[in-house]
Structure formats: structure tokens, C-alpha cells
T-cell receptor, first 111, second 114 residues
Framework: GEDVEQSLFLSVREGDSSVINCTYT??????LYWYKQEPGAGLQLLTY?????DMKQDQRLTVLLNKKDKHLSLRIADTQTGDSAIYFC???????????FGRGTSLIVHP | NAGVTQTPKFQVLKTGQSMTLQCAQD?????MYWYRQDPGMGLRLIYY???????DKGEVPNGYNVSRLNKREFSLRLESAAPSQTSVYFC?????????????FGPGTRLTVL
């Protein structure tokens, strides 16, 4: 079945760039998402990329997609303490009702 | 729009007690989902409803039942709670009409079973 893998933790200093990586197995994925979960809250969509794109930039966020290696990354420039959260990678295949989520990466930002 | 709402926010049960977690969405979405979140396990799908009138099992359905009461509401019932069901429960909804079709999540219900 489909699988989405992420490392569990990432620690960075405030002002540095953060790169959160994700690998997936389903080559027919249509959309790939990044969700952010702040402490005590539900998940919120941060950004997404369609499978025919290689890159998407949105202010401090850059998403890179390597379809050949089935690798997705989220880069946060100038990371702030407010970026501390759990980041979930998810993929969705058109025609399926169920997105597949990774286990989430806890980003810890040190002052 | 309130989005996805869940009640209650917190609940403590004793082993063997029953309860129903409520979820409602006001976005006219077709699909609704129940997940549980445990440390290090990410999100695990309990049940989902692709459209009004249908429900299907997810990855971890044992010990739970669901009802898609109408298009807006999707409830999760624990008939006889067990300590292993201590978790944070999230309801989500999705338009189910294609395009980027993201899921929208509720704020969660934090359940402790003693």
C-alpha cells in the first residue's frame, strides 16, 4: 500500500532555514500537501503542490518535488520561533477518498 | 463560517463507559473523517464517510462506531471505552470534488480513559 515517510524531529536556530523532507511510494499521487499543527490545535493546510510541478514558492515557503525519487521537501526561510510546530506531509491520489499522511516532523526553533 | 467544529474539547471516562464525539461542518463538504493522533504514530484513520449515507472502516476501526447523521454531521461512538482509546481525536471534512481538495480539520477532542 501507499506509504509516506518523514523524520520525526528537526531542530534549528532562529533565522536559519529549515528543510523538512518527505518520501512517498505512490507514483500516481496527484497532490502533495504540507499541513502544520500548532500545539493543542488541529491541522491546517500550509501549502500544496500538484504532481506536474517541480517547485512552488509562497513567501518564506518553498516546496520542491522530485517525482523520479518520490521526494518532497518543505523549506522555511528565516525560521521563527512561531514556526515551531509539527509538519505533516500528505499525498492524495485522484479517485481515492483517503489521503495518506506521514507521521509528522516536530520542528523545534531555538532562539 | 465556523469550519469544522467538535464537541467536547476534553473528556475523561472510566473504563467501560460509553460516549459519542460530535463533529459538524458548515462547508457543504461531501466527505468526512475521524482520526486519532497518538505520540509518534501520526494520524490514524478510524472511519470515513465518502458521502452522505455511506461509511467505511479506516486503519483502526475496532472499538468504534460512526454515524453520518446528515451531510453536516458525523459522530464517533465508543461503546465501551478502554485505556488504549486514550488519544486526541480529530474530525476532518473534504469537498470531494477534485482540484486540490484539501482536508479541513477540527480542533480535536482530548479523551482520557482511566
Amino acid at each position: 500500500g501507499e506509504d509516506v515517510e518523514q523524520s520525526l524531529f528537526l531542530s534549528v536556530r532562529e533565522g536559519d532555514s529549515s528543510v523538512i523532507n518527505c518520501t512517498y511510494t505512490d507514483s500516481s499521487s496527484t497532490y502533495l500537501y504540507w499541513y502544520k499543527q500548532e500545539p493543542g490545535a488541529g491541522l491546517q493546510l500550509l501549502t500544496y503542490i500538484f504532481s506536474n510541478m517541480d517547485m512552488k514558492q509562497d513567501q518564506r515557503l518553498t516546496v520542491l518535488l522530485n517525482k523520479k525519487d518520490k521526494h518532497l521537501s518543505l523549506r522555511i526561510a528565516d525560521t521563527q520561533t512561531g514556526d515551531s510546530a509539527i509538519y505533516f506531509c500528505a499525498e492524495w491520489t485522484g479517485g481515492s477518498y483517503i489521503p495518506t499522511f506521514g507521521r509528522g516532523t516536530s520542528l523545534i526553533v531555538h532562539p | 463560517n465556523a469550519g469544522v467544529t467538535q464537541t467536547p474539547k476534553f473528556q475523561v471516562l472510566k473504563t467501560g463507559q460509553s460516549m459519542t464525539l460530535q463533529c459538524a461542518q458548515d462547508m457543504n463538504h461531501n466527505s468526512m473523517y475521524w482520526y486519532r493522533q497518538d505520540p509518534g504514530m501520526g494520524l490514524r484513520l478510524i472511519y470515513y464517510s465518502a458521502s452522505e449515507g455511506t461509511t467505511d472502516k479506516g486503519e483502526v476501526p475496532n472499538g468504534y462506531n460512526v454515524s453520518r447523521l446528515n451531510k453536516r454531521e458525523f459522530s464517533l461512538r465508543l461503546e465501551s471505552a478502554a485505556p488504549s482509546q486514550t488519544s486526541v481525536y480529530f474530525c476532518a471534512s473534504r469537498a470531494g470534488t477534485g482540484n486540490k481538495d484539501e482536508q479541513f480539520f477540527g480542533p480535536g477532542t482530548r479523551l482520557t480513559v482511566l
